[in-house]
């Protein structure tokens, strides 16, 4: 989970078991945590870097919480909440990034690391609330960085601005 202390302010969460209050909080339309209608929306202002970034996670309220934070800091969001169906928008979407939980509910996300990493250069961030040994795999699977839950927000962007230029520089090379 991620502090809420988001710019602009979204509202208020409890970090702990109590609820998570927002007017900007999304609900899930057509399988998606995101409405259809706000997932392209483009943003307002610039920032470092604008990218479309998929999200596959299984827990509504962590989802939420990852969706709000992104698009604060002006990113476009997707959002699967299962490996098969983050698979599915990875290829119709061409996402910048993709972050990843990797306990879902039907195939792994170590599954959803190797095998986009096996044939695109799209980095991958690997969220786990597993144990050292299951982030471990997801290095070797191919992850560009783990990530152990509760998720700070300072390190999902710094993550995700790392896997961006490290992409970049690749597509460049």
Same mark, same amino acid.
């Given at each position: 989970?991620l502090?809420?202390?988001?710019?602009?302010?979204?509202?208020?969460?409890?970090?702990?078991?109590?609820?998570?209050?927002?007017?900007?909080?999304?609900?899930?339309?057509?399988?998606?945590?995101?409405?259809?209608?706000?997932?392209?929306?483009?943003?307002v202002?610039?920032?470092?870097?604008l990218?479309?970034?998929?999200?596959i996670? *299984? #827990?509504h309220?962590i !989802?939420?919480?990852? &969706?709000?934070? +992104? @698009?604060?800091? %002006?990113?476009?969001? =997707?959002?699967?909440?299962?490996?098969?169906?983050?698979?599915?928008?990875w290829?119709?979407?061409?996402?910048?990034?993709?972050?990843?939980?990797?306990?879902?509910?039907?195939?792994?996300?170590l599954?959803?690391?190797?095998?986009?990493?096996?044939?695109?250069?799209?980095?991958?961030?690997?969220?786990?609330?597993?144990?050292?040994?299951?982030? *471990? #795999?997801?290095?070797? !699977?191919?992850?560009? &960085?783990?990530? +152990? @839950?509760?998720? %700070?927000?300072?390190a =999902?962007?710094?993550?995700?601005?790392?896997?961006l230029?490290?992409?970049?520089?690749?597509?460049?090379?």
């Open positions: 989970m502090l809420c202390g988001t710019n602009p302010p979204v509202g208020s969460c409890d970090i702990g078991p109590g609820p998570f209050h927002s007017s900007e909080v999304t609900t899930r339309v057509d399988g998606r945590w995101d409405s259809a209608e706000n997932a392209d929306t483009a943003p202002s610039g920032g470092d870097f990218a479309k970034i998929l999200l996670e *299984d #827990q309220f !989802a939420r919480i990852l &969706t709000i934070v +992104l @698009k604060a800091n %002006e990113h476009t969001v =997707l959002s699967a909440r299962n490996g098969e169906e983050g698979l599915a928008a290829r119709s979407e061409n996402p910048h990034l993709i972050i990843t939980d990797i306990i879902l509910p039907d195939i792994s996300g599954d959803v690391i190797r095998r986009v990493t096996s044939t695109s250069l799209t980095p991958v961030i690997a969220i786990t609330g597993g144990s050292k040994d299951l982030a *471990d #795999q997801a290095r070797q !699977a191919g992850a560009f &960085t783990v990530l +152990l @839950k509760p998720v %700070e927000q300072g =999902l962007l710094d993550a995700i601005q790392r896997a230029q490290t992409q970049s520089t690749s597509a460049i090379a």
